[in-house]
């Protein structure tokens, strides 16, 4: 079997390295801590968990939960780590951050096939999986842009809030496109935005709120300058009452086709799917915590019942803009056996990133074997993740979490939400299993 080098010892690299030893391959992981360190790590542990020490709900209803349950089907080194090192959490799946790396790390070192080796990798080898997530070191920054092009990785992370079409009251917010400008004649003539619009007193409110929202502080590594191209928008609403009339909220060319007046604001909401499930608060990138985001975007005209598919943030990251430079197995374009996987690839939170890892073991696997790499279908939250990696408009491709609204529809409609996520979940476990059976993909023993 041929060597595989794994670039990267968190969650991603982690999981990409015991799918890839599982299936006959020696492995050797480059985990550049503790020689390199970086602003966010405590320790040189292989998966260590930096931020929270919960990988979210198993409820299969929830999108997170419908994902572990897909990663267990495929037989999950990391969900394998969690569930030992699992601590009192309700449905999610909390675990003590110390017991967890270590129960990780030593199934990688027990492993006769897996060579761990320290130290900083600073060009890209192949065959390989690339995980070394949201901190690249510099050097391996500038080989990935060299290899992929200059515009193809960012260095710092803005992400505006996404929330669900069909919770959005319609008969409050209008489609239009500024001055009815647009890409097509479509646009042009029904325009490219939904447009929430805001009275001069709601506007007033809605600043006050903003500006006295709890913010998120988050690690040393999160406190870059802010680029002025991507403030929070709470930190624009700061600089002066009337900033966001005259930045994203501002609504000149934006008049109301029911009312014939404008707006004294405007709220624009950006279709971010093809499907139009899910769409993008425009210009709404921010650092208040996710509680005090809920309330004080739900003030905003027809979204008082928004359900929010992705919460905003701002943070230094290095992710590649994947569906303008990688293919859709997440590899690069001049070589079908080095994939990218964890959030370099533009997926957020640590069952994600993990997932990606799977995949990525799993087809680099396959290719190697001379067969090619192979996607879960859309109905899948794993496949539907991928497929937003591979259509996301690259203009405005943001990094995204697990979410209904990735999948597709359901054949029938389902109009109570609880039934809908367990009709979700039935068939997204069907396809998995009926995926690994078609492409003999048996499922792993993670662990004894």
Known sequence: MTSVTIVGGGLAGSEA????AERGHEVVVHEMRPVVKT?????ESLAELVCSNTFKSTDTSNAHGLLKAEMRQLGSLILWAADEARVPGGTALAVDRVVFASAVQSRLEGHPRITIERGEITAIPSPSVIATGPLTSDALATSLRARLGVDALSFYDA?????AYDSIDHDVVFKASRYGKGETE???EEGAYLNCPLSREQYESFID???AGDKHQGHEFDKAPYFEGCLPVEEMAARGRETLRFGPLKPVGLRDPRTGRDAYAVVQLRQEDRAGRMWNLVGFQTRLRIGDQEKVFRAIPGLANAEFLRHGSIHRNSYVNSPASLTPALTLRDDAQVFLAGQITGVEGYTESSATGLLAGINLSRVLGGAEA?????TTMLGALYRYLREADPKHFQPMNANFGLLDDLAK???DKRRKRELFAARALADIESWQREHGLAPLAAAT
């Open 413 to 415: 409609p389902e109009r």
């Open 374 to 378: 192979v996607i879960p279908p859309g």
């Open 209 to 211: 709120a903003l500006v």
């Open 186 to 188: 479509a646009e042009r």
């Open 39 to 43: 602003a966010a790590h405590q320790t």
């Open 159 to 163: 992400i505006a809030p996404v929330v």
């Open 17 to 20: 390295a015991w799918q890839l």
